[in-house]
Structures are given as C-alpha cells and as structure tokens.
C-alpha cells in the first residue's frame, strides 16, 4: 500500500516528506519519515515508547531546537508550504499547534485563566475570543465546573481537558496531540478521544496524534502509521491497521495460534520509503 496512492483523493494539510532528525550533531532520531493528514482527518502515529513519535511531532511544530535537535534532510508542508523554517508561534498564527505530552498546563494559573493563553495570538477582538470560550467549555463541561480552580490541583483528565481547550483557543486548522491517553483511566481516555472526534466532525480540525494505546487510537483514525526505531514501518487505514495480523499480535495483543516469541518472528516485511 502507498501512502500517496491511498489518499491522493483527499486534499492534504501535512505532508512530512521523507524527514531525517539528528539530535547534538550526532545522534540519528528519525531515518527517513514520511507521512501525509488530509485535511478534516485524524491520522495516529504508532508505536512503543522511543520510537520517534514525539520527535516526529517536534518536527512538525519547530520544537526540536530547544531540544539541540534539527531536521537535516526532507521537507514538511503545512498547506502546501514549507514550514520547517519558521517559529513555532508563525506556525500557531498559521493554525498549527501542538499539544505537548504530560498535559503541561500552567500549574499557578486557573483553569480560564489557562484557556485564555491559547489566545495570544489572536487579533480579533474579546467577544470572539469569549465566543470559543463558551465552545471549549460546551465541549467539556468539567473545565466550566472547575474554571476557577487552579490547574495544578485538578485531575490528570482535567488537565488534559484543559490543554487540548487551550490548543483549541488558537484556532487550529491541525492539532498535534501528544500522548492523550498517558497515565489517564480507561474511561477519562475514551472521553477524551470521543470529544476529539466530535471536534474533528464539527469544526473539521485535522488531528494528528502520537499515541502507544493503538487498540483505542485505531478506533478513532482514519489512517495510521506505526513507527519502529525511527522508521515507519507499515501504514494503512484505521480498519486495514486493526484487521493486520502483526498488528494485532505485536500492538493489540490479540494474537492468533497461541504465543509466538519476538525472537522467532519477523515483525514486518519493511516498505524502505526512506531509501526510495
């Protein structure tokens, strides 16, 4: 399967081009990724902890340079421009935004007060920024019950809650969410993704998210890349990714004649893309 062919239909929003990313000069993260949102879609980038999940939305949003990290090789357009060049706030005032793993709110603020930071890049005026306000809170009703309360001593859901209202407060043509389900309870993540999707359906925002949980990822995408070691290894649709059986042995643990040993079996036959 191509990932150009399956989803040259759609109009695309993201497109990474085959990006390399060495961390102090040395240190080669990613080896060759490459991946497309269309624009209104949710896309999951896949895999265990050290993959290169985090790094590739790093890339995407121009946060790698606080980390001693760069992009050395390919390109990434953002509405067909490159972007690898500009500001991570250029890029939020162009409508892209990322949402950082670990929910990183502002701990001594309150919640409204967190929401409002989201904000400070619009121009147009108090009673529009007043109007998503009202539509954050519509969508997640906890955070108007707790808007005067301090960050730092609501729940781990909350605050999640919080920052993904906070992204939304730009608004994003595309957010890149970050580990949604991270250190949540089963049921606080399937709210979370449940009002993902409802976001994604009324206001056509593209999400594209990193995420270790790919039973509950896969639910909600629409296409899907699974990384390993830096390179993406399979990609496909949301429904091809959840019937593949290496899939389901190796990320949904639902595996079909009994056991097998990750020595014994090659996980995947690799596309190299990267060397194409």
């Known amino acids: ?11 695309i929003i993201l497109d990474v081009n085959n990006i390399e990313v060495i961390y102090d000069h040395v240190i080669l993260v990613l080896k ?26 790093k890339a995407v949003s121009n946060l790698l340079q606080a980390e001693r ?16 060049a500009l500001s991570p706030n250029v890029l ?17 603020l309150s919640i409204e007060e967190n929401l409002l930071t989201g904000a400070f890049t619009r121009k147009d005026g108090k009673a529009a920024i007043r109007d998503d306000m009202e539509m954050v809170y519509n969508y997640f009703p906890r955070l108007r019950e707790r808007k005067n309360s301090q960050a730092g001593y609501t ?19 595309m957010i890149l969410l970050d580990e949604p389900s991270m250190g949540l309870a089963p049921q606080l993540v399937e709210e979370i993704f449940d009002i993902v999707q409802q976001l994604n359906h009324d206001t056509g925002v593209s999400f594209l ?7 509950i990822a896969l639910r909600y995408a629409t296409y899907g890349y699974i990384l390993e070691s830096g390179r993406v290894v399979l990609d496909g649709s949301g429904e091809e990714l959840r019937d593949n059986a290496d899939v389901k042995e190796f990320y ?13 079996v090659k996980h995947y036959k690799r596309r190299k893309r990267w060397l194409a």
């Not at 639902?254 to 020595?263: D, M, N, P, Q, Y």
């Open 69 to 84: 990290g760069e992009v050395t090789k390919g390109t990434i357009e953002f509405e067909g421009k490159q972007v690898q």
């Open 32 to 57: 060759g990724v490459s991946l497309q949102v269309p624009k209104g879609g949710i896309v999951a980038l896949l895999g265990a902890n050290g993959a290169g999940k985090t790094t590739t939305l």
């Open 155 to 173: 729940s781990g859901g909350e605050q999640q809650m919080c920052a993904i209202g906070r992204a939304l407060m730009s608004r994003p043509k």
């Open 1 to 11: 399967m191509n990932n150009a062919d399956t989803q040259s239909d759609a109009e």
């Open 252 to 264: 949904l643990g639902t595996g079909g004649e009994g056991r097998r040993s990750f020595r014994n």
């Open 92 to 108: 939020v005032r162009r409508g892209c935004i990322q949402v950082m793993e670990g929910r990183h709110c502002f701990e001594h």
């Open 209 to 215: 998210l990193a995420e270790q949980n790919t039973n």
